[in-house]
């Protein structure tokens, strides 16, 4: 998350309206939980949520449900000065949350609120802490601070240990709607027709802020090669030592999650179908059956678990050809 050049406020995407109204419910019923967990696929701004919330909650003066944006807090969170305010992600080229950054975090948790009435930490992603630093923060969940929320953002809750998760209250954020999200694409991005929203809309997989990354950047044509690769891999066209080729330049946790993206789509589209035949289903739950397999590569990547690259891609490549090629 980029918390420089921040606006004097911040406000959740459109498509968050309802996962907004109920934490600001919560909030003005003095029920919002000390440990918020915010989960969902990347590239559909928890990171802004989390943002947005944590701002209303320094704020001295919030107006209209968001943070007022002229107060003293909101001036030092957009600076970001405010001493209780404490955002936790990697540091440096690491890819994990370590255990001093968790235990420096906690003392800050312990510490008498300097500005305000709260303090807040932000957690993201959370699903890089790794197990020492999660285990460290279990006892801040456990006897958590007075005044203190800690929000945790996440892309896979699974791979968070279960007695992190049952500490925190969870808050889905699911794919928005198509036309909303397109809606909002094609205002960033000045697409008067809206039919280059859609196409980076559809190529990111339905998150928005994706989508505008690919605009911004020239990654989307990398992903249409991908996603034809896979296509032809299905069709017989290449083979998986052909198909390995298209995806040199990405990192194994790239493929990995490329692949589960494409195959959820796919599920998707099939349960919008109906499933009209057993071979239709048996040929579903082969891909449920892959997309556990996929899951649990992209876990062992992400653990750090350095796979032979060529054998990874041959065995990975391999299973999408066998099992949609008779989809």
């Not at 370590?98 to 312990?110: E, P």
């Not at 630093?133 to 203190?148: F, I, S, V, Y």
């Not at 998760?165 to 198509?178: E, I, M, N, W």
């Not at 330049?249 to 692949?259: G, H, N, P, Q």
Request: a neutral charge; charged letters at 15%.
């Amino acid at each position: 998350m980029i918390l420089e050049d921040l606006s004097a406020v911040s406000a959740p995407l459109p498509w968050q309206a309802g996962q907004w109204q109920e934490v600001h419910n919560a909030l003005q019923a003095g029920q919002l939980p000390h440990a918020l967990m915010l989960s969902g696929s990347a590239g559909l701004g928890k990171d802004h949520f989390a943002l947005a919330l944590a701002r209303l909650l320094l704020c001295h003066q919030s107006e209209a449900g968001t943070n007022c944006g002229s107060c003293k807090a909101c001036e030092l969170s957009r600076n970001q000065t405010h001493g209780d305010l404490r955002w936790l992600q990697p540091e440096g080229t690491s890819r994990v949350i370590k255990i001093d950054q968790v235990r420096s975090a906690l003392a800050f948790c312990q510490k008498t609120a300097s500005f305000g009435q709260r303090k807040v930490l932000v957690i993201a992603p959370a699903d890089t802490l790794n197990t020492h630093a999660a285990n460290a923060l279990l006892k801040c969940l456990e006897e958590p601070a007075p005044d203190t929320h800690i929000i945790l953002v996440c892309q896979r809750p699974h791979s968070i240990p279960a007695t992190v998760r049952s500490r925190c209250q969870q808050l889905a954020f699911p794919l928005p709607d198509t036309t909303l999200a397109t809606q909002w694409l094609a205002l960033i991005i000045g697409d008067t027709q809206g039919a280059g929203a859609s196409d980076f809309l559809e190529l990111a997989g339905g998150r928005p802020l994706l989508a505008q990354s690919l605009y911004l950047t020239d990654a989307g044509a990398a992903l249409k090669a991908r996603a034809a690769v896979l296509a032809e891999l299905i069709s017989g066209q290449v083979s998986a030592s052909e198909a390995s080729a298209v995806f040199a330049d990405a990192s194994l946790e790239e493929l990995t999650r490329f692949m589960i993206e494409q195959l959820e789509r796919r599920l998707r589209q099939t349960a919008q179908q109906g499933l009209n035949s057993a071979t239709e289903r048996v040929t579903s739950r082969a891909m449920f059956t892959l997309l556990d397999e996929l899951r649990r590569g992209q876990a062992a990547v992400v653990s750090g678990t350095n796979p032979s690259r060529d054998l990874y891609l041959q065995t990975t490549l391999g299973r999408w050809q066998s099992v949609l090629g008779s989809a």
